[in-house]
C-alpha cells in the first residue's frame, strides 16, 4: 500500500516498521538479513509483475541499475546498522514507488489525467511547468493538446474551471466575494470580478442576483 501510494510519510513508516519486525527476535544474523534482503527483492519483483504486466522485464532491469547506487549493507560482517537497513528499504521502495508511477502514468492518456488534477486543484498556483514535471510530459505538449482538444491555452482552461466553481459558489448567500474568489483560486477579488465579467459577461454581483431571483 505505501508503495502503491507513493506517499513519502506511508514508506517512512513502512521501512521502520520492516526493520523493527527484523529486529523483534533481539538476534540478527548474517543468514537473517540475506532472508530479508531476498524477501524485499522478490516482494519488489512479483509487484513490477503484477503491475506492469509485459513492460515488467525493462522495468526490473531499470530497478537493477538503480541498486548500483543503492546497494544493501554488508550482511557478513560483524557490525550492524539497524538504520542502514532502514535507509536501504525505504530507497528501495521509493525508486520502485516513482518507477512504478511514471510507467503508468505514461501508459494512460496524460491529459485525461492532467484535467482530472486541475479539476481536483483548481485552486492553488497552478504552474505549467509544475504539472508538466508531475506527469512526465514536457509543456510544449501541454499547451498543444490544450489548444487541440478545447481550442484555449493551459492558463485559460485553468480560469474557465475556476470560474464555473464560482459559479455554482455564487449560488450561497451566506459566501462573501471576497470568500469565493479565495476559494477558486483568485487571491484578488478585483481580478477575479474582471475575469468573471470577461467570461460570463456579468459582474459576480450581477450574477448572483439573476441566479437568486
Known sequence: MAVTSGNTDALSAAAQHWTEELSRSGVITPEMLGSWKADAL???????????????????????????????????????SLFAWRDWSFTLMQTLSRLLSARQIKERNPL????????????????????????????????????????????DYIGTVRIEKAKLLLQNPSLKLSQISEMVGFHDVKYFSKVFKKQTGATPKDYRVQVTL
Open 42 to 80: 522478490l516482494f519488489r519483483s512479483r509487484l513490477v509483475r503484477e503491475t506492469l504486466g509485459s513492460q515488467a522485464e525493462s522495468a526490473l532491469a531499470e530497478l537493477e541499475l538503480a541498486d548500483r547506487d543503492n546497494p544493501a549493507p554488508y550482511a557478513g560482517g560483524y557490525s550492524f
Open 112 to 155: 485525461t489525467e492532467i484535467v482530472k488534477y486541475i479539476d481536483q486543484n483548481y485552486m492553488a498556483d497552478l504552474s505549467l511547468q509544475e504539472v508538466a514535471g508531475k506527469f512526465y510530459v514536457s509543456r510544449e505538449y501541454i499547451s498543444r493538446k490544450f489548444k487541440q482538444e478545447y481550442g484555449i491555452n493551459f492558463t
